[in-house]
């Protein structure tokens, strides 16, 4: 019989004032994600525009500084930790192959699923609610059955790797808001673990493999899929084509490249290569998609927000993205690594009576 399923009973460092606050800040979250989710069905120029061009866009910068708050507020967190919350979670602990196939998974659905955004995504609100809606449902399936966050926040979501190559060194470690006690349902939990990253874990193949494509493949992936503009659906297969080719071509050449730096490196200056590589993907992606937010964009208003164009002078965009790009190498590369991780650790929990 499993003890301690509801939350923040024993073992929880967190105050009543604390899980208050945090709680709040989750209630918060969720409505506004709420908000945007209906707002795709009913306004969709209004939900595409603050899901794709302001939500997503923010999200890198906040998994390089401060993962842990993202891992306590993200909306689809919080609806899939509700019935472990409940107690009304089976709470069964996963093996390290299936938890590898899970994350091996959850790269493919990312790679799988960004490019149709340019074809599908970008301008359907309808599309993008059923893909958010679909997440949601795996999430409480996948919390029903299993564990904390192991099966979703830290499995199958395809958000879950780009956490764990930006957040390999965060600013600062926050408070455990979802578990109310450890029962080392991951193994390295990366919430507790510094310096996690994709590579953090070798166990199985999965493992190895998930971790070799993210880190080598993404920053090519990006800088591919900025190449190509968005459309308007389907209308042949040469769009499908369209929009995965160059992005996978761009993900072969920087995986490549870094299987063989990877293969030329001492073990000890793997981490250095990994923060190399996490280095890039981050400052390509805001070297295109902060001029695209304010107009400067290369497909005209392709990721607009607002159109400053007649306020800032287009050097201030290259500025701007230089600075970036040198504090992202800074950050990953040349900064100290702090003993941080994303949250604490709350203390073991005993999973038998």
Request: overall charge positive; some cysteine; proline content about 6%.
């Amino acid at each position: 019989m499993l003890v301690n399923t509801l939350p923040f009973k024993s073992g929880n460092q967190l105050s009543k004032r604390s899980i208050i606050y945090w709680r709040t800040a989750q209630l918060s979250v969720w409505l506004v994600g709420l908000f945007i989710l209906f707002s795709l069905l009913w306004y969709p120029s209004l939900g595409l525009s603050l899901f794709w061009n302001l939500l997503i866009p923010v999200a890198p910068f906040l998994f390089l500084i401060a993962t842990g708050v993202w891992r306590n507020v993200c909306p689809l967190a919080t609806t899939q930790l509700f019935p472990r919350h409940m107690g009304w979670s089976k709470s069964k602990k996963l093996t390290h192959l299936q938890l590898g196939k899970l994350n091996l998974l959850s790269v493919i659905l990312l790679y799988a699923i960004v490019p149709l955004r340019h074809a599908l995504f970008n301008n359907n609100g309808t599309a993008t609610f059923l893909l958010i809606l679909f997440f949601a449902l795996i999430g409480v399936i996948l919390g029903f059955n299993y564990e904390w966050k192991s099966a979703w926040c830290s499995g199958l979501c395809p958000v879950h790797p780009v956490e764990k190559l930006y957040g390999g060194n965060v600013l600062m470690s926050f408070p455990n808001a979802h578990c109310g006690e450890c029962m080392n349902c991951v193994v390295p939990c990366p919430d507790a673990t510094p310096h996690i990253n994709p590579s953090s874990s070798q166990k199985t193949i999965y493992h190895q493999l998930s971790g070799l494509l993210i880190v080598g493949g993404l920053p090519g992936f990006i800088w591919g899929w900025f190449q190509v503009p968005d459309v308007q659906g389907f209308s042949a297969i040469s769009v499908f084509l369209k929009v995965y080719t160059w992005p996978m071509i761009g993900f072969c050449i920087s995986l490549v490249l870094y299987a063989i730096l990877n293969t030329s490196f001492k073990k000890i200056h793997q981490r250095k290569l990994i923060g190399i590589f996490a280095a890039a993907g981050i400052s390509i992606y805001y070297w295109y998609r902060i001029p695209a937010l304010f107009g400067y964009g290369k497909f005209a208003e392709d990721g607009m927000l607002l159109d400053l164009t007649n306020l800032l002078p287009e050097w201030s965009m290259m500025l701007i993205t230089v600075s970036a790009s040198l504090f992202f190498f800074y950050w990953l590369v040349l900064r100290k690594k702090e003993n941080t991780h994303w949250v604490v650790r709350p203390a073991f929990g005993n999973r038998y009576s």
